[in-house]
């Protein structure tokens, strides 16, 4: 009896983790979106999605952006620049490897604020027992601008969004 709970309970939690939806703020797994403040109007802002979906990372990248423009206070916000990370982990049986650890660096000067992303290798090996595995996930950063009344009409401007 105790055992037809446990599967059934087991189930149930594994269901529940699966169906978690895209769409929301990055926790412990890292997964969904979060925001850097670099200055006043300027945000560095990412979105991490389980498999290989480019455009939909982008398109809740962008979503967020909408969102916090808003919350700002903000009426549009211009792209500065985009990053968008493809990575693949794979799990083996017996594994030697190197994995790359990445850090967002953020250089100041009197005309404003550069960030950039670096990779620093870290390198493991180990014995495994059991059906090696492999996890994908894309990342989208975007650097946005964020500013209020007449927007600039040279570049791609996008409206602030309320949730």
């Not at 919350?71 to 083996?92: C, I, S």
């Not at 030697?96 to 090996?125: H, M, W």
Request: with cysteine; glycine share 8%; aromatic share 8%.
């Amino acid at each position: 009896m105790n055992k037809t709970i446990s599967i059934i309970l087991l189930a149930l939690t594994l269901t529940a983790c699966s169906s978690a939806p895209a769409y929301r703020a990055a926790s412990g797994s890292g997964y969904g979106y979060a925001e850097q403040q670099i200055s006043d109007n300027y945000y560095r802002v990412t979105f991490k999605a389980r498999g290989d979906d480019k455009e939909a990372a982008k398109a809740y990248a962008l979503r967020r952006a909408a969102e916090l423009t808003a919350q700002q206070g903000y009426d549009w916000f211009v792209l500065v620049d985009k990053e968008t990370l493809k990575e693949r982990e794979t799990a083996a049986n017996n594994q030697l490897g190197v994995t790359y650890q990445r850090d967002i660096e953020q250089k100041c000067t009197l005309f404003g604020c550069r960030t950039r992303t670096v990779n620093r290798p870290s390198y493991e090996a180990g014995v495994g027992v059991g059906v090696s595995s492999s996890r994908e996930h894309v990342e989208v950063a975007l650097e946005v601008r964020m500013g209020k009344g007449v927007s600039p009409e040279n570049q791609q401007v996008y409206p602030a969004k309320t949730l």
